[in-house]
């Protein structure tokens, strides 16, 4: 495609959410008739880059270029109206809708000022045979259909509405291989109409069958283009990598990784077609890592542990005897004595608007209280410690706990579970939005739990804090364990690459590093 | 799949209504000692259709996925309005008519702005407009009085053909020209979208703000309507306040019982109607059956807790216990 006249171009976009830098003077430029793919890993600025061309979010500085005309999109409709469509990873259909009703949702056909039902249907039928659906009803509801069979619709949607330039994002993830041959057909047909695609996806073998252009990112910035087949995979891997390493994590400790009996053992756990097979132990003064891609299953299982989830199957041993967790209050009882810290503290860890004090013991208000009365005395000692353990900074324990940073925030999430004394954490991301100092504080907390006998899993977003604080890393993908790696296999290249799978599927657990 | 079956899986919450309604209906007529007969039809229909207004309107708001706890009151407010304006000759109570709707739609449209532009939660932004509505109707009326044009009033509760009541027709025509249009257009479709996911909605480009706004607004005008027909069956305007209350209450169960899901998105002015009539129609089986109507409040409750729970069965099937709380 050398020589192309770009049809979009993005010039210098930067974008910063707080202090995070999401996307620092990155430049894209996009050629109609083409499949360019963008790689990057986590958190690298691949969603944030398509969101700013979306319109979604507008960027802090730079430009976008469309047909020679800088362009400002104020609203993702306007964006469309400019032809550039985007499939995103999180869905954009409305539920209680028909299929039909959310192809045309956009501009919706009109008669007499009312929706054109007729009209709607044949543009929901010719959409859905072009995205290679012709078998979704159009009159189904949207939440009836599977996940597979909605990404189908996105597609459609996204091709009702005329684009010039198609954004896809993940979207094959939630795909079986049948589909995804039918998604690729009706991709390169595109392409021979003139379309210009920009496809994220962290499966290698797909971008090496659709892609012509790649761009690599790597912390919010382009840092390479290359045509695709230019470059092995291995090459690719180094591009995605390439930062500075950083020292902040505590030392660890030298033992054989097989001396700890285990506390924490699954055995085959398998859960919707989320969780497949999964077997893992973590021995006591152990920290276990759980890395590969978002989204892999790794939050799944660890809620699969918490008691969470219902109709698992497999088995749970705790002490080598196995144990049904019903319920997050069965997984902490003290026969358990397991802790999560879950990833949207917002939510699902604090109470924002109650007092620190109050998000503190809720977690231990039993072991505090004699007879339904909160011991107060008993209470504000263990608070005490738990302030001092973890250096909490607030300015009192009676201001809401939402008025913290988002670091102490965290802090009085592990807190709140600290003061049961759990022998099992399971940590879900917990680094993710917070400062660099409060991380490394988490790091030496970690080791230092682990210490006292802690049995820890930990799963991460960032390689970096996997290689540095784990005994052990397992990566998962589509739902299974792909690889283990132990001590000094987990090097980045080796996440990587297991993450992405390149090693293809009979790479078995327990091969050696390649680095 | 057939497309009938799809269209049946929409309607099931309104059939179901409407199952209830005529089961009900024929216990009724055929206990009441003077049977299937037009004035006991013409009757049922005068006291059922003043609810169903009200429902139709709470229905628009709850498709937006908010509720509107002023719809009572505005109901109340448009009775005392429509007491001092609809009245004298013909060009006079036409305009009393167009300043009593007016001031309904003025009413929704106010709900709609607070709620949308100044971002408060349905609620509590209802609640406070509901007392502000109150208030200005017992400033209109401090005492129940007023009087009705009453050619007019007799004319829309009595019968057409001798047969059919004024009432019932009334009601559909209102279905025809504001629920049908709105639900078919591109504002109803962003209604429903709003209240079903509003972040999918926002993300495809709907008219989000417009949508809600639409269905605020137009809550306000349906329960006026509603407040109109209060005036033509009672001759008078009275600011009660418990009656008011009782109504936006009662709305919501009716909305409840047409199978409106309360989380928005889903269900059918046309479901809420028959839920209304279905609500109104529990005193009127108590009546023939002998019941002091002490019983009223009891059976009402009981009614509506069932119906509830059958929109609850879904809970039985999640998986992952997290979503129990989506």
């Known amino acids: 495609m050398d020589g192309a006249v770009p ?37 690298a600025g691949k969603s944030t880059l398509i969101k700013v061309m979306a319109g979604v979010v507008a960027p802090d500085e730079g430009r976008m ?35 039909a009703d959310n192809i045309v949702i956009s501009d919706p056909p009109t008669r007499f000022g009312m929706i054109d039902r007729k009209a709607q249907r044949r543009i929901a039928e010719e959409a859905l045979a072009r995205a290679g659906g012709a078998d979704i009803h159009p009159l189904a509801l949207v ?91 291995n090459e690719v891997v180094e591009l995605m990598i390439g930062r500075e390493y950083s020292h902040i994590f505590p030392p660890k400790p030298v033992r054989a990784a097989s001396d700890a009996a285990p506390v924490l053992e699954a055995r085959k756990l398998s859960w919707a077609d989320r969780l497949d097979n999964v077997s893992l132990t973590v021995g006591a003064g152990e920290v276990v890592g759980l890395g590969g891609l978002d ?27 196995p144990v049904a967790i019903a319920s997050p209050a069965a997984a902490r009882d003290d026969r358990v004595g397991m802790a999560l810290i879950p990833e949207d503290r917002k939510t699902e860890g604090l109470m924002l608007p109650m007092t620190v004090r109050e998000n503190l013991s809720f977690a231990a208000l039993d072991r505090l209280s004699k007879a339904g009365v909160i011991d107060r005395a008993a209470e504000q000692r263990l608070i005490d410690d738990m302030v001092g353990l973890l250096a909490i900074k607030t300015a009192g324990l009676d201001i809401p706990v939402g008025a913290l940073s988002g670091g102490n925030q965290q802090k009085v999430v592990i807190a709140k579970w600290l003061m049961r004394q759990p022998r099992i954490i399971l940590l879900n991301d917990p680094t993710r939005g917070i400062d660099v100092g409060t991380k490394q504080e988490l790091y030496q907390l970690m ?53 992405l799978n390149i090693h293809g599927e009979n790479a078995g657990p327990r091969q050696g590093a390649d680095a | ?106 009413c929704g449209a106010i709900n709609g702005a607070i709620v949308i532009y100044g971002r408060l939660q349905p609620i509590v932004a209802t609640i406070a407009t509901g007392a502000v509505y109150f208030g200005i109707a017992l400033l209109l009326r401090p005492f129940p009085g007023g009087s009705v044009n009453e050619d007019l009033a007799d004319a829309l509760t009595g019968r057409l053909f001798g047969v059919v009541p004024a009432s019932l ?9 504001v629920w049908v249009p709105f639900s078919r257009s591109v504002l109803g479709r962003a209604a429903y ?93 108590l009546f023939v059956f002998d019941f002091d109507p002490l019983w009223q409040p009891l059976f009402q409750g009981v009614i509506l807790l069932i119906a509830v729970s059958l929109g609850a069965f879904a809970l039985f099937r999640v998986r992952n216990r997290l979503e129990w709380f989506l």
């Open chain 1, 7 to 43: 049809l979009f171009r993005m010039e210098g976009i930067s974008k910063r959410y707080g202090g995070v830098r999401a996307l620092e003077k990155a430049e894209l430029s996009v050629t109609p008739g083409s499949i360019h793919a963008i790689l990057g890993e986590n958190g």
């Open chain 1, 65 to 99: 270029i469309l047909d020679g005309n800088e362009v400002n999109f104020a609203s993702p409709a306007a964006a469309n109206k400019a032809g550039i469509v985007c499939i995103f990873q999180e869905l954009s259909l409305v539920p209680e809708l028909s299929v």
């Open chain 1, 143 to 233: 939440k009836d259909l599977p996940l597979s069979r909605r990404q189908m619709v996105e597609i459609a949607k996204a091709l009702a509405r005329k684009p010039r330039i198609l954004i896809l994002d993940e979207a094959t993830s939630a795909l079986t291989a049948t589909d995804v041959a039918k998604i690729f057909e009706v991709l390169k047909r595109l392409r021979e109409e003139g379309l210009a695609l920009l496809y994220i996806s962290h499966r290698m073998n797909e971008i090496a069958e659709l892609a012509d252009q790649c761009t690599v990112f790597r912390n919010g910035r382009n840092v390479a283009s290359y045509a695709a087949g230019s470059k092995s995979d």
């Open chain 1, 295 to 321: 989204g892999q299953g790794q939050r799944e299982l660890l809620l699969a542990f918490f008691g969470v989830l219902r109709g698992l199957s497999g088995q749970i041993l705790i002490d080598g005897r």
């Open chain 1, 447 to 499: 080791r230092k739990l682990a210490e006292a006998g802690a049995a820890i899993l930990f799963y991460s977003t960032d390689y970096d804090e996997l290689i540095g604080c784990c005994d052990k890393v397992l990566v998962l993908y589509d739902g299974a364990v792909k690889r283990e790696l132990v001590g000094a296999e987990i090097t980045e290249r080796a996440l990587i690459s297991s993450a």
């Open chain 2, 1 to 106: 799949m057939k497309d009938w079956r799809y269209w049946l899986a929409e309607q099931r919450g309104t059939l179901l209504a409407f199952g209830i309604f005529i089961a009900m209906f024929v216990i009724y007529t055929t206990n009441h000692p003077a049977g299937f007969t037009a004035n006991v039809v013409q009757t049922a229909s005068n006291k059922g259709v003043l609810l169903a207004f009200v429902a139709m309107a709470q229905t628009l708001v709850v498709i937006t996925a908010g509720i509107d706890l002023s719809v009572g009151m505005i109901f109340t407010l448009t009775n005392c309005l429509a007491s001092w304006l609809v009245i004298g000759t013909g060009i006079e109570t036409a305009f009393g008519v167009v300043a009593v709707l007016g001031t309904g739609l003025l």
């Open chain 2, 169 to 177: 027709v009334v009601l559909l025509a209102v279905v025809l020209v």
């Open chain 2, 193 to 285: 979208a709003a209240g079903s996911s509003e972040t999918a909605a926002y993300m495809s480009g709907v008219p989000i703000r417009r949508g809600k706004f639409a269905a605020y607004a137009l809550a306000g005008l349906l329960a006026a309507i509603g407040g109109l027909f209060l005036t033509f069956f009672t001759y008078t305007g009275d600011a009660a306040y418990a009656s008011g209350n009782a109504y936006t209450l009662f709305s919501i169960a009716a909305v409840v019982l047409g199978g409106v899901s309360l989380f928005g998105g889903k269900g059918s002015a046309i479901g809420a109607i028959f839920g209304a009539l279905a609500f109104r129609t529990i005193g009127d089986l």
